[in-house]
């Protein structure tokens, strides 16, 4: 069972690892090389202490236990215990081949001495034996349910924890075997910025990598301390360190980590990469430029400062730049899932919806443990209108990510494309409470909202958009939906007026078209109705929806039938239902009456 153990701990199975040598211990308490063991599985710095004080209580001689406290801090420094020797077994493994070979005496056998010091001892170790297991068994839960591992690759990916939202709507099952494509392990990636080291450091080095794969970001710094204090200008310890503190969102500190790597070798490339992400984090504005380019230059096969600044490209809305700077991250790291879940992004911006589903595929495939690729997957599963599937993908991925306002934000939308406008409240509201500065979330609620008729909160949900984000078309384009609703035509027309030249392809400038048109036609300026409406019948047919197109006719032939109708109620939505809504029975803000049978001019008045 030992030797199961410590082949777990090799292979970074430590929940097994745990299980096995917490039996162990059940049956023999006492014998310091399975807490040795222990705390190798173990996963807080007060755990793995607890189980090194408790074997060096048991074997004040154990040299194993002796230089684990010393690299925790633990034990003042000791010249006589000397480094972990490099190219033969380690002092606990040979304790382990003495076990196999012969069986070990008793520790109250070899104790000598009086017998009253017998019965001393006997006591002491009474005690010790029922504290230990007192306070032992208060933490050692086997029991407890562990987060799936999750292989980091470059930037830690967060701890995967199961979640349910006790404001939203049951969500269901999750797809069978997700639990264990979650938890199966993938041959890691080394990571880029970790260099060999040797001497009594190696150890912490592989410590702290192994915390920093973990999640655990302050074991991660105390190790990485440890080494640069033992091989001054170690720039890459000092750099985990730095991104230890950037993933507990300790930004400030992590800055300091960064520039001490710096100073410790200015040609160290991921440093600058580091200082580029918290700078990010601590200003969605930072410009970050010069610290990617310059990790570029200092090592031009570096894949993550490539994708770092396909991403800042496609912020600033230059595609073709992040389309070349993540197709130079395929070169460098070819079937890289990262790359497929940026390139899915990058085409989804430019509204290349199945080739963006493609990649969201491909990246899901190549790394099923890969949580952002859900949520990739997800966003395109919306935008190609497979509305079922981007719920069942989006509810598994906020049910392990739970802290991600994007992803209740489309989650939000795809329940409305299912007309379930409670859950899509409910979704909408959880994603504001993470982020209130989430435009689109106000604009989701705000379709929500309209879509049931409450135009007056409809307005307000927009209204919040476009203060967050003026120079959205979609934001600006709802808020004078929502005037539309209201039937104030004048804010409606001088709402979509300046957006105009905001328009990005026929969809949009169908949109733009339809609410001029219609508030033009209600603040009886036929001539720029009647513009309007036919310019909308003149874009290609795939870009605007045949329920569009027929209420646009029927507006054109309203100013030539010599019998006056009413104005047709406006369609509020976004995109037209498919399901033709009643006749309102509202009488029309006003009549617009043709002065003859002709079809009139565009300069004509009725």
């Known amino acids: 069972m030992l030797q199961h153990a410590i082949e777990a701990i090799r292979q970074e199975k430590f929940a097994q690892a745990k299980e096995l040598l917490t039996k162990l211990l059940q049956t023999d308490q006492n014998n310091p090389l399975y807490w040795v063991w222990l705390s190798a599985a173990m996963e807080t710095q007060k755990e793995r202490l607890y ?56 520790v109250m056998k070899r104790l000598t001495g009086s017998p009253v010091l017998k019965l001393a001892v006997i006591f002491s170790v009474a005690g010790l034996i029922l504290g230990g297991t007192f306070f032992g068994l208060r933490f050692l839960n086997v029991n407890r349910p562990a987060a799936p591992q999750v292989v980091i690759v470059g930037t830690p990916r967060p701890t995967v924890t199961p979640y349910k939202n006790a404001n939203a709507p049951d969500a269901p099952t999750v797809r069978p075997g997700l639990a264990l494509q979650l938890a199966e392990t993938y ?32 074991n991660a710094v105390l190790l990485m301390e440890q080494v640069a204090t033992a091989e001054p200008g170690s ?28 100073r410790a070798n200015p040609n160290f490339a991921p440093s600058y990469l580091g200082r580029a992400r918290t700078n990010l984090a ?51 790291s070819p079937g890289s899932p990262l790359v497929k879940v940026l390139l899915a992004r990058i085409l989804l911006a430019q509204k290349e919806n199945p080739a963006a589903l493609e990649a969201a595929q491909q990246a899901n495939q190549l790394d099923l443990t890969l949580l952002e690729g859900y949520l990739v997957l997800g966003m395109a599963y919306h935008a190609n209108g497979q509305t079922d599937q981007a719920v069942q993908v989006l509810e598994t991925y906020v049910q392990y990510q ?20 409670d859950s899509a409240q409910k979704y909408l ?93 209600n603040l009886n300026a036929p001539s720029a109705a009647i513009k309007a409406w036919k310019e909308l019948l003149s874009l290609p047919e795939q870009d605007i929806p045949a329920e569009r197109r027929a209420e646009a006719q029927r507006q054109l032939d309203q100013f030539a039938s010599p ?13 037209p239902t498919k399901t033709p809504r009643p006749a309102d029975t509202r009488q029309p803000t006003m009549t617009l009456k043709p002065t003859n049978t002709k079809q009139p001019t565009a300069t004509a008045t009725p």
Not at 77 to 94: G, Q, V
Not at 236 to 262: P, Q, V
Not at 563 to 575: A, D, E, G, M, Y
Request: hydrophobic residues 40%; charged residues 20%; negative net charge.
């Open 51 to 106: 189980c090194l004080q408790a074997a060096l209580k048991l074997d004040p001689t154990n040299a194993a236990a002796r230089r684990g406290l010393l690299l925790m801090g633990a034990l003042p420094p000791d010249e006589s215990i000397t480094p972990f020797p490099m190219n033969h077994p380690r002092p606990w493994e040979n304790k382990v081949k003495l076990v196999e070979e012969q069986p070990q005496e008793p």
């Open 187 to 218: 041959t890691p990636t080394p990571v880029y910025a970790a260099t060999p080291h040797t001497g009594a450091s190696m150890d912490s080095y592989r410590g702290a990598i192994r915390a920093y794969n973990q999640g655990q970001w302050d």
């Open 235 to 262: 720039a890459d310890a000092l750099f985990f360190a730095g991104e230890a503190r950037r993933m507990a969102k300790r930004y400030n500190e992590a800055l300091g980590y960064y520039a001490g790597a710096m």
């Open 282 to 332: 601590l200003n969605p504005n930072a410009n970050i430029f010069s610290d990617l380019n310059l990790a570029i230059d200092l090592d031009p096969n570096y894949a993550e400062a490539y994708l770092e600044r396909a991403g800042y490209f496609l912020r600033a809305g230059d595609y073709a730049a992040a389309r070349a700077d993540t197709e130079q991250a395929d070169v460098i």
């Open 402 to 421: 739970p802290d991600n306002a994007d992803a209740f934000t489309v989650l939000g939308a795809a329940y409305i494309d299912r007309q379930d406008y």
């Open 429 to 521: 509201d959880q994603a504001l409470r993470l982020d209130k500065t989430h435009s689109e979330a106000y604009f989701w609620q705000g379709e929500s909202l309209l879509a049931q008729g409450k135009n007056e909160s409809a307005l307000e949900s927009f209204q919040k958009s476009v203060d967050l984000n003026a120079n959205s078309f979609r934001n600006t384009e709802g808020l004078a939906r929502a005037y539309l609703a209201l039937e104030e035509w004048g804010k409606a027309y001088l709402t979509i007026s300046p957006v105009e030249k905001m328009a990005a392809d026929n969809r949009e400038r169908g949109q733009y078209l339809y609410i001029s048109a219609l508030a033009n036609q």
């Open 563 to 575: 019998t006056p109708t009413p104005t047709v109620t406006p369609l509020i939505s976004s995109t």
